[in-house]
């Protein structure tokens, strides 16, 4: 069982020596999500990313290693849909990893293993053709969602949006110049 959202607000809030996750300005009515990325160079302290409803609450991946940054996406993303119930988030995982390879199936497996049997709602692709359409998809839902009431609004599931790769897709890949090139504008 999950944590209702009154008592997943007093555990974010109690001390971490006591237990609790130390987030002293976690609030029930933002929604908060919270996920988890491994141990802090402390004594108790766990990484840990809280996403709130508001502009800028991204996460980003960056490293060479591919193992490792596809390892610390779907620990990110496992560790959602363990700390939160599956009517509260939606997931959107556009994959372009290479299949082959050792990193290839980890977040085809979280999606399979971890938030298909649990009941979340994911919507899954790997392949090019279906980004931009998954893309317009949650620009659209964004978009339904900004019409309606604030409670509304607070009301609705998250939606998680994780991309890989997206250099390898045309529409989206950067210009040798620096600069993006977007033969379809998400802001349509």
Known sequence: AWFTPKELSDHARKPADHGGLGI??????????LTWLGQEF????????????????????V??????????????????AIAHAPSSVHFAILDRSI?????????????????????????YHREEARIDETLQHCVQEIERRRRLSESARGAEPALIVALTELDTVDAYRRRSDGNWELKHSLDN
């Open 24 to 33: 002293d300005d976690w609030f029930a009515a933002q929604r908060p999500i």
């Open 42 to 61: 402390n004594v108790r302290g766990h990484a840990k990313v809280v996403f709130r409803r508001r502009p800028a609450e991204n996460l980003v991946i």
């Open 63 to 80: 490293g060479s290693d591919n193992a490792v940054r596809y390892g610390a996406v779907a620990a990110a993303l496992t560790g959602i």
């Open 99 to 123: 299949e082959d390879s050792e990193w290839g199936n980890a977040l085809a497996d979280v999606v399979s293993r971890v938030m298909v049997p649990a009941g979340f709602e994911v919507t």
